[in-house]
């Protein structure tokens, strides 16, 4: 059976998948962390989350190029930690990248219905899911290609998004009850600063699933740096722009808990028969779609990486006549089709079905980024000699920076989120014992030396 992706990406594509991955996040997501905090405590957690994200990719990128591997987080871990760390660290990468997608796909059913009202959501989602699906497996180059394109589209959209409604921008807008819907800091704005991390998180999340494509990148030694830096930057710049310009549109509170901010807030300063307005909810799609499009592209990759290395049933492994896992690729769809309907079915602690998804792939996002830190320093420890072309700077401070925040993200999401993180753990625990049921499964495997280190022996 053939296991082995193909290197075709170069930096430019690299780039398109990091801040395509993630880009959705600033079209929608972020405004529900105002319904919790208002716009001046959540400013405080994303440039809190921003800074969390900065020393992460600046430290994380040292692993993505010491180890070029489809499996990303899974890889560092397990190389670093044995089986039981890959675990750990695939199963919340998996969680991560398998619950953001209907998220997504909910939200381009949302921007659709702006324009087609008689369109329900839930199947417009579905109908993303098939078509982007359809393109992941038809070809890697292909899809990274389309990738770049709609994330260059969705860059330039949010830029004339802040040039539209920069001539309606008040700061006084801005600034109204900004402290949790209240003029004045209190202990319901602290406590809000926290409650919000899931929606700052959901600015930059995902960025880390380029690694991901590490095994299909040309030289990735010197790729993948370039793309990570240039892509963290690009992501910080355009989401506190979003997020200050759209805060000064107009009344702020009737953007939160909404799944299209960005049409809404232009409404404020351009009115409902603006042909800026039908622009916005047209291109805005691309935003949506290049991190739907993206996210696919990871969540099939770890599917496949966990598969091949014997954690998963190892059919997910398999490549179709275009190289692409198009099992793993599937088995993804049905997992978030599956989350689209069962809206209205579960009640997660009062959220909204996109809300509490965002939260669970945070939970996974979050400790996956822990495991990563921790990889980092044992790593640097236990094998001192493996190639290091790019060493994360300012060590041990920057990794460590990026780690005590994750830590304190993951106690202050599990204080505001038991449910949610009750859920992420049975779905951990569910993992295990399918881990300790299958050991024949990882004897059986090949032998893969980026995540034994028998390379560097």
């Keep these: ?14 780039w398109g998948i990091a801040v395509g991955l993630v880009i959705s996040g600033e079209y929608f997501g972020w405004s529900y962390g105002w319904g919790v905090a208002g716009t001046l405590g959540f400013l405080i957690t994303a440039l809190i989350i921003a800074l969390m994200y900065g020393c992460f990719i600046f430290s994380f990128t ?28 695939g199963l919340a990468t998996l969680i991560e990248f398998v619950f953001a997608p209907p998220a997504i796909a909910l939200a381009i059913g949302a921007y659709l219905n702006v324009q087609f009202p008689g369109l329900d959501p839930k199947l417009a989602a579905v109908g993303a899911y098939i078509v982007f699906m359809t393109l992941n497996i038809l070809g890697v180059k292909l899809a990274a290609t389309f990738e770049l394109i709609v994330t260059v589209l969705a860059v330039l959209e949010l830029l004339v998004f802040m040039g539209v409604v920069a001539p309606g921008f008040s700061f006084s807008n801005f600034v109204l009850n900004g402290w949790a819907g ?55 710049v ?7 310009m759209a805060g000064g549109a107009g009344n702020w509170s009737a953007l939160s808990n909404i799944n299209d901010p960005l049409p809404q807030a232009m409404k404020m300063v351009v009115g409902e028969n603006s042909g800026w307005l039908h622009m916005l909810v047209w291109i805005g799609l691309f935003g949506l779609v290049a991190s739907f499009h993206g996210i696919i592209l990871g969540y099939s990759r770890q599917f496949f990486a966990l598969a091949r290395a014997g954690y998963l049933p190892p059919g997910l492994a398999k490549l179709s006549r275009f190289q692409t896992p198009h099992r ?56 001192p000699e493996l190639e290091r072309v790019y060493r994360a700077p300012g060590f041990p401070v920057v990794p460590g920076i990026a780690l005590v925040l994750s830590v304190l993200c993951l106690i202050a999401m599990t204080w505001f989120n038991l449910l949610i993180a009750g859920i992420f753990v049975l779905f951990m625990i569910a993992g295990y014992l399918w881990f300790s049921m299958t050991p024949h499964q990882r004897a059986s495997a090949d032998e893969d030396l980026l995540l034994t280190g028998a390379d560097s022996a």
């Design 1 to 14: 059976m053939n296991t082995q992706l193909k290197p075709t990406l170069g930096t430019l594509h690299l």
């Design 62 to 89: 040292e692993l993505t190029t010491a180890i070029p591997h489809a499996g990303g987080p899974f890889a560092y871990s397990r190389r670093a930690f044995g089986e039981t760390g890959g675990l750990i660290a």
């Design 182 to 236: 209240s003029e004045t800091f209190s202990m319901t704005a602290f406590s809000g600063i926290f409650a919000a991390i899931p929606f700052a998180i959901w600015f930059f999340l995902a960025i880390e699933g380029a690694a991901m494509a590490a095994e299909e990148a040309k030289d990735p030694k010197r790729t993948i740096p370039r793309a990570y830096i240039s892509g963290i930057l690009t992501l910080v």
């Design 238 to 244: 355009l989401a506190l722009g979003v997020m200050i």
């Design 328 to 383: 793993a690729i599937i088995a993804g769809g049905i997992v978030g089709i599956a989350a689209i309907y069962s809206d209205g079915v579960i009640n997660l602690q009062g959220m909204s079905l996109t809300a509490a998804m965002i939260t669970m792939a945070v939970f996974g996002a979050i400790v996956m980024y822990i495991m990563s830190m921790l990889s980092l320093f044992k790593l640097r420890k236990s094998e």
